[in-house]
Nanobody, 125 residues
Framework: QVQLVQSGGGLVQPGGSLRLSCAASGSIFSLNTMGWYRQAPGKERELVAAVTSGGSTNYADSVKGRFTISRDNVKKAVYLQMNSLKPEDTAVYYC???????????????????WGQGTQVTVSS
């Protein structure tokens, strides 16, 4: 079994910064793409940022230039540095990891996706 445990988040004023962390543990052969999603009340979950195993990144247009995603493959962790936060960034943020659980899955290209528990980010004065 695989677990993603998130930390960080909270309440911050507009213009402030927060850092989210997510650590994976369990039966993991290799971590492929890791990312952050968010879901605001009444809205669908959306991709915020993602990073591949090779380090390529992808960002939602709304966060480009303000958020930075990074990963530590040794620690099996992914981070989201959020700067210049706006009220519209308020949401529950979820960590996501796509991985191979074992060598056979890697050969078969059979990926599994897991989610963190979610953490509230509130941007308000």
């Amino acid at each position: 079994q695989v677990q993603l445990v998130q930390s960080g988040g909270g309440l911050v004023q507009p213009g402030g910064s927060l850092r989210l962390s997510c650590a994976a543990s369990g039966s993991i052969f290799s971590l492929n793409t890791m990312g952050w999603y968010r879901q605001a009340p009444g809205k669908e979950r959306e991709l915020v940022a993602a990073v591949t195993s090779g380090g390529s990144t992808n960002y939602a247009d709304s966060v480009k230039g303000r958020f930075t995603i990074s990963r530590d493959n040794v620690k099996k962790a992914v981070y989201l540095q959020m700067n210049s936060l706006k009220p519209e960034d308020t949401a529950v943020y979820y960590c996501n990891a796509v991985l191979y659980a074992n060598a056979r899955d890697s050969i078969l290209r059979r990926e599994y996706a897991y989610w963190g528990q979610g953490t509230q980010v509130t941007v308000s004065s």
